[in-house]
C-alpha cells in the first residue's frame, strides 16, 4: 500500500541516499521548483547523499550547466548520472555501427563528444539517413509533432536491420504548461514497427549501475535498501525502482497531476486507482517534492 507523505523529512531518516529525477521533480523544464530544492539541501546537510538520475540526453557536465541556469544550486546534489551518458558509451563502443543518422535539436550535438573514459572507441561519423548503419536518437527535431513522422524513415531502416539507440526513454514532458514528446515516443514507434531500440536510461539497468558508480565515488557502503528513488514517472521511475528494489516516492503533482487529482496533494481514492491502472507500487506518494 503506497503510503501519502507531506515532506521528504517524514521518511528521509531511513535511506542514506536519494536517486532524485530532475524534470518534474526538482525543475518544470523553465526554473527550479523551490521546495524540491530545499528538501535536497537540508537532506544534505543532515548527512544524506543525493544523485540526480535524469533521463536527459547529454552528458552530467551540459545538465550541470542547464542546472546553474535553472538557479538549482549545486549545494542540492553531490554528483549527476544521465541517460546520455549512459547511451554514449554504448554509442562509442559501436552498438549501432560508425556511421549514424542523428535525430535530435542543435542543442544535443554534445551527444557525439569525445568519451575520454573509454580506451579505443569507435570513430564514429554523422551521415545523411540513405548512407547510415544505425539511428542515434536524442529526440525528434519537432518535439510537438507526432512520431508518426517518422514512418517513411523507420519503414526503410527496419528493412536495412538498422538499430535505433535511444538516449532518452521518456515519452513526453511539460515544459511549463506545455507538454513535449522525446527519444522514448521515436523509439517506441520504431519498436511497434518492428525495428529494434536500444536504451539507456530509466527504467532500464545501465543508467543505475551508472548512479551506483557516481554514488560509490561521494559515499561507499550504501547498499540498495538504504537507496530511495524519487520521479515522477510512472513507466521509468517508479518502474525502474521497481526493476531495481528500490523503495519509491511518486511526485504525483508532475506528468500525473490530473490522473491523480493533486493540487497540493493527490487525492487518495484518484492515486489508487492511478496505480492500479498503471500496474505500478511506488512506496510513497506526495504532490510536490518538498
Excluded at 26 to 47: C, D, F, M, T, W
Excluded at 114 to 136: C, N, S, Y
Excluded at 229 to 243: E, L, V
Amino acid at each position: 500500500m503506497t503510503e501519502i507523505i507531506t515532506a521528504l523529512s517524514e521518511i528521509s531518516d531511513r535511506y542514506d541516499a536519494l536517486f532524485v529525477d530532475l524534470w518534474g521533480c526538482v525543475h518544470n523544464g523553465r526554473k527550479a521548483i523551490p521546495s524540491a530544492v530545499q528538501a535536497l539541501v537540508r537532506y544534505r546537510e543532515r548527512g544524506g547523499a543525493v544523485i540526480l538520475v535524469t533521463n536527459a540526453p547529454r552528458s552530467r557536465h551540459e545538465v550541470a550547466k542547464q542546472l546553474e541556469f535553472f538557479e538549482v544550486p549545486k549545494e542540492a546534489y553531490d554528483d549527476i548520472a544521465t541517460s546520455g551518458d549512459s547511451a554514449r558509451v554504448a554509442m562509442f563502443r559501436g552498438a549501432v555501427g560508425q556511421k549514424v543518422w542523428f535525430m535530435g535539436q542543435p542543442h544535443d550535438l554534445s551527444f557525439f563528444e569525445p568519451l575520454k573514459m573509454l580506451k579505443d572507441p569507435v570513430e564514429i561519423t554523422r551521415v545523411p539517413f540513405e548512407q547510415a548503419e544505425g539511428i542515434i536518437c536524442c529526440g525528434p527535431e519537432d518535439p510537438h509533432a507526432e512520431p508518426d513522422v517518422y514512418r517513411p524513415q523507420f519503414l526503410y531502416a527496419k528493412q536495412k536491420g538498422m538499430k535505433l539507440l535511444c538516449a532518452n526513454p521518456d515519452i513526453v514532458v511539460d515544459r511549463g504548461d506545455k507538454r513535449e514528446y522525446c527519444a522514448g515516443a521515436v523509439a517506441q514507434l520504431y519498436s511497434e514497427m518492428g525495428g529494434e531500440s536500444l536504451y539507456f536510461g530509466k527504467p532500464h539497468p545501465p543508467i543505475y549501475d551508472l548512479a551506483r558508480l557516481r554514488l560509490a565515488e561521494h559515499r561507499k557502503g550504501i547498499t540498495d535498501a538504504g537507496i530511495l528513488a524519487i520521479g515522477d514517472g510512472p513507466a521509468t521511475d517508479i518502474r525502474g525502482a521497481m526493476g531495481e528494489d528500490l523503495d519509491s516516492l511518486f511526485i504525483t503533482g508532475g506528468l500525473a497531476r490530473e490522473e491523480t487529482k493533486t493540487s497540493h496533494m493527490p487525492d487518495p481514492e484518484a492515486l489508487t486507482d492511478y496505480i492500479q491502472k498503471e500496474m505500478i507500487s511506488p512506496t510513497f506518494a506526495m504532490g510536490t517534492l518538498a
